[in-house]
């Protein structure tokens, strides 16, 4: 590389004449072609600047001088350059989830969570009827209105936590500790998650609440034995109480059935003997007119069917001419029946 400033041939001073030819050179240059490396470098910078890329599940917020301007979607998008627009992105299109009571350490197939003073803070409530109960919940959101969670409530997260946390605490004081531990947990979340969605919207936070789910609730740790052995009792009491109800509802209804079988199976039997009374006494009826009008073959027919009647049942036959005497030793009646 040749020495600079120009130096002379022989090692003396510096060559005036060389090192300004040289100067003019750089001049001239800069005259014919510095124009258009301005350009080209001001072209470069614009046009790096006028290209974004948004994140998949982020929409960007566009800022023209610092007002909103539009709202780009996810890929590779354009703006005005140097600045004169920026973009603010937000994750709106991916869920997102805030705990309270406990924090996860570690996430994963088997999560690992911490409680903190702060957390454990958290989850201790009051409840209505003057118990308390550690309460572990987290509440999925999703961000709604990017513009409106960027710029309308200062600090957003914060005041999410903040105005769930009184929430649940207004909801939980408003039911005893047994509903709370128990059939209440349910409840309880739905009326958290419409709530908490009202208070959004009210704040102009842009944000919708998907879930609201309590994760553990359990009494305090110093009276969480006591209170178990407590609902284990009630839990066999209620056993036993469903185990008699079902013994009743099984007996009662049998005896009451079987009650009423016998009523309706007397009231046919007597149903019946009355009629057939009636039957045979308007049979009698009908033979003693016929038996006036011919005594002698009506007195004949009911003969003739009273033995139709009796002479099936008998299992042997003797018939006797009435002017027959002394038959009766020459018969060996003796086991042959009546």
């Known amino acids: 590389m040749a020495d600079w400033p120009p130096r002379p041939a022989n090692g003396g001073g510096f060559d005036e004449d060389a090192l300004r030819e ?38 960007g917020v566009v800022l023209r001088l610092g007002a909103y301007s539009r709202l780009m979607q996810p890929g590779l998008n354009f703006k005005l350059p140097f600045w004169i627009e920026t973009v603010e992105t ?9 705990e309270f009571g406990f924090r996860t350490s570690k996430a994963g197939v088997r999560s690992e969570y911490s409680a903190s003073d702060v957390s454990a803070a958290e989850a201790l409530m009051l409840t209505g009827d003057l118990n308390v109960a ?25 005041t999410l936590r903040d105005a769930t946390e009184s929430i649940m605490r207004e909801v939980v004081g408003d039911r005893s ?36 789910k309590l994760q553990d609730v359990n009494p305090p740790g110093p009276v969480r034995a006591s209170f178990n052995e407590v609902n284990q009792a009630t839990q066999e009491r209620e056993k036993l109480i469903n185990q008699a109800k079902a013994n009743f509802n099984k007996v009662v209804p049998e005896a009451r059935g079987k009650a009423l079988q016998a ?21 009698f009826d009908a033979l003693e007119v016929e038996y006036r009008k011919a005594p002698e073959v009506t007195r004949t027919r009911l003969y003739l069917e009273g033995l139709s009647e009796v002479l099936p049942k008998a ?14 030793p020459l018969l060996n009646l003796e086991g042959r029946g009546k």
């Open 22 to 59: 040289s100067f003019e050179r750089v001049a001239d240059f800069h005259r014919r072609y510095g124009k258009y490396l301005i350009i080209a470098l001001f072209g470069l910078v614009g046009l790096a600047t006028s290209v974004t890329r948004i994140e998949a599940q982020s929409i």
């Open 90 to 98: 937000v994750e709106a299109l991916l869920q997102q989830k805030e």
């Open 134 to 158: 550690t309460v572990e919940w987290i509440i999925q959101y999703y961000i709604r209105d990017p513009y409106k969670y960027l710029f309308q409530v200062r600090n957003v997260v914060p």
């Open 177 to 212: 500790v047994t509903e709370v531990l128990t059939v209440g947990r349910e409840g309880i979340q739905v009326e958290v998650e419409a709530r908490l969605q009202a208070l959004c919207d009210r704040y102009d936070m842009g944000l919708r609440v998907s879930d609201v």
């Open 263 to 283: 009523v309706e199976a007397a009231n046919g039997y007597a149903t019946e003997r009355v009629n057939r009374a009636l039957g045979d006494v308007a049979l």
């Open 315 to 328: 299992r042997r036959r003797i018939f006797v001419d009435p002017g027959v005497k002394n038959v009766v």
